[in-house]
């Protein structure tokens, strides 16, 4: 009897791992001069576009982050003006700014966080004790205070002296004017105008604020250009703009390199392989070819997606390699993508002897039992019913005995199709599959 359970788990389990899905072809389309940035989502395709140039500086509006970016894209610019503050700010002029281009610090948006931008100065506030570059973290009020001055050089020549007054109650508050004072404004963007959103946009153009991404959850890619610190060799660099793909928070991407991109195997589920760097996917999938004044596409680099946490043992994992891209005439980039179900059904410690669900083959509204031979001194299993991309759709516990359990499930309610059950006990899971007829 032991050898037909380990003949039939066996053969389920093989099944599983020879699944194969679709790979679909997709594009976005950034328009001439990459005129846009495009979100975009990993299963149902585009999340939305917005005018790229549209923006000056954001500020972040998700968790307990202050991060302020600078539209370096766009061209705008940022210094920190050096031993100067706030309190500086009236009696700051043209005049201060002698040599500013040459001997000023200026500052760009973190290629690694979305939490750091450019008025962050490289800090995050949670691992800086509380400092987040453009202002103090104050325990008495929970505030964040402003104590940093900045000039901002914009794309019309302008420049305007700037410094972030605070953040308190949900609320960005900054003050801006012309190096000669004049036409001084009192900015605000409220996080709760941007609930759900990563950031909130300012123009200086307009003077208003701007609504301009879809909802967090909506999407774990955005294409279009973006500002880097380029390598020159040595101890320098160069703000460089270039196009390409970041990630949302919570998205960790791995980078594989492999000559069939079509079966590329994704790295194994951990930290040292999967980040969540922004900038993980980045830019280098291409290169321009000088012969051909067009661009070559990596025919070897491949990237692997998810949202899921480290603490999930089986991942929902996308794979994503690149097949074309237009340059600035139309912005057109292509890609493949496919989900691969692989990632939901490897056993992680539980033999296939001691699990076995029966009939593993059943009629809409029909229930299915689970025997297990306990092995451990728990008292109690874990049960996740699993769609094929990864999805938990229903869960229940199984309480044990110390030698042979079984469990009758009820009201599954399933639609037809390929589902996986995956039991989890002392944190060691198998899963198995089921077919609803």
């Given at each position: 009897?032991?050898r037909?359970?380990?003949i039939?788990?066996f053969?389920f ?5 020879t699944l194969?899905?679709e790979i ?7 328009g001439k001069?990459y005129k846009?940035?495009?979100?975009y ?8 576009e917005?005018?790229?140039q549209?923006?000056?500086i954001?500020?972040?509006t998700?968790g307990m ?8 894209a766009?061209g705008?610019?940022v210094w ?8 500086d700010?009236n009696s700051?002029?043209a ?9 000023w610090?200026t500052h760009?948006n ?9 008025f ?19 325990m008495?009020?929970h505030?964040i205070?402003g104590?940093?001055?900045f000039v901002?050089k914009?794309?019309?020549n302008?420049y305007v002296k ?5 953040f308190?109650?949900?609320?960005y508050?900054?003050v801006y004017?012309?190096l000669d004072?004049k036409e001084?404004s009192?900015?605000?963007?409220t996080?709760k ?5 990563n950031?909130g ?5 307009k ?6 991404e879809?909802?967090a959850?909506d ?7 973006y500002?880097i ?21 919570g ?7 492999n000559?069939n991109?079509?079966?590329a195997?994704?790295a ?6 999967y980040f969540t760097?922004?900038t993980?996917i ?5 290169t321009?070819?000088?012969?051909t ?13 998810s949202t ?5 043992m089986h ?6 390699y690149?097949?074309?891209?237009s340059?600035?005439s139309?912005?057109l ?5 496919e989900?691969?179900?692989v990632s939901?059904i490897e056993?992680?410690?539980?033999k296939?002897a001691?699990?076995?669900i029966?009939?593993?083959i059943?009629?809409i509204?029909?229930?299915?039992n689970?025997?297990?031979?306990n092995?451990?001194?728990t008292?109690q299993a874990?049960?996740d019913?699993?769609?094929l ?8 516990n ?5 030698s042979?359990?079984v469990?009758?499930?009820n009201n599954?309610?399933?639609?037809s199709?390929?589902?996986f ?5 002392d ?11």
């Open positions: 009897m032991l037909l359970l380990q039939i788990a053969t389990l093989t099944l599983s791992l194969k899905s679909i072809s997709d594009s976005v389309k950034l001069d846009l940035d495009v979100w989502n990993i299963v149902s395709g585009f999340a939305g917005s005018d790229a549209n923006w000056d954001a500020f972040e998700s982050g202050g991060g302020i970016h600078v539209n370096g766009k705008v610019k920190l003006v050096p031993d100067k503050s706030v309190d700010f700051f002029s005049k201060d700014t002698l040599g500013m281009s040459d001997n610090e760009l973190s290629e690694d966080t979305w939490t750091i931008g450019a962050n100065l490289g800090r995050d506030g949670f691992e800086t004790d509380g400092d987040y570059g453009w202002g103090s973290y104050q008495a009020t505030y205070v104590d940093k001055l901002i914009l794309t019309n302008n700037f410094y972030i007054e605070s308190s109650n949900g609320e508050s900054f004017a012309n004072g001084e009192l900015g605000k963007v996080k105008s941007f609930t759900g959103k950031f946009y300012f123009s200086f153009d003077s208003e604020t701007l609504d301009r879809p909802a959850k999407w774990q890619l955005v294409f279009g250009k500002e610190n380029y390598p020159l060799g040595g101890d320098s660099f160069m703000p460089y703009v270039v196009t390409g793909v970041r990630q949302n928070k998205v960790r991407v791995a980078k594989v390199t000559e991109q079509d079966n195997e994704p194994d589920w951990n930290s040292d392989n760097k922004i993980t980045g830019s280098d999938w291409k321009f070819n000088m012969g004044s067009s661009y070559d596409i990596s025919k070897d680099l491949v990237y692997f997606i899921d946490s480290l603490q999930n991942p929902q994992i996308y794979r994503l690149f097949t074309e891209f340059g600035s139309t912005g980039i292509k890609f493949n993508k989900v691969l179900p939901v056993n992680d410690g539980l296939i001691d699990v076995l029966y009939p593993s059943i009629s509204g029909d229930n299915f689970i025997t297990i031979n092995f451990s001194t008292n874990h049960i019913i699993l769609s991309d990864g999805r938990i759709l229903q869960s229940m199984m309480n044990l005995n110390s042979l359990s469990f009758q499930t599954m309610n399933l639609s199709g390929m589902y059950v995956k039991i989890t006990i944190n060691k899971s198998s899963i198995e599959k089921l077919i609803v007829k």
